[in-house]
């Protein structure tokens, strides 16, 4: 069974940092393709960032680029997205989710729970 247990959120003040984490068990990275998405109040789902080992690349919204970096630490087997220059646009739920042999937008087959960032203008 896999499992996608994210943490780390809470609430910051625009330009402030916060480095979310996702615990992965059940599913190995090098698998397919794992990713951070957000989902803000009254919005959809949105694509953060994503590695796929398989398919060799990382990718990142706009919107974050330069300012979020995913990285992974295949010891733990954790997910982690490093976010600096937070905004108050930046407030969502965040979701860790894998896909089991697909590249990054070949869709999600598990997904967490979700943490909540809160970036207060």
């Known amino acids: 069974e896999v499992q996608l247990v994210e943490s780390g959120g809470g609430l910051v003040q625009a330009g402030g940092s916060l480095r979310l984490s996702c615990a992965v068990s059940g599913f190995t990275f090098d698998d397919g393709a794992i990713a951070w998405f957000r989902q803000a109040p009254g919005k959809e789902r949105e694509g953060v960032s994503c590695?796929?080992?398989?398919?060799?690349?990382?990718y990142y919204a706009d919107s974050v680029k330069g300012r979020f970096t995913i990285s992974s630490d295949n010891a733990k087997n954790t997910l982690y997205l490093q976010m600096n220059s937070l905004k108050p646009e930046d407030t969502a739920v965040y979701y860790c989710?894998?896909?089991?042999?697909?590249?990054?937008?070949?869709?999600?087959?598990?997904w967490g729970k979700g943490t909540l960032v809160t970036v207060s203008s």
């Open positions: 590695i796929s080992r398989m398919y060799g690349y990382t």
């Open positions: 989710a894998a896909a089991r042999y697909l590249p990054c937008d070949g869709g999600m087959h598990y």
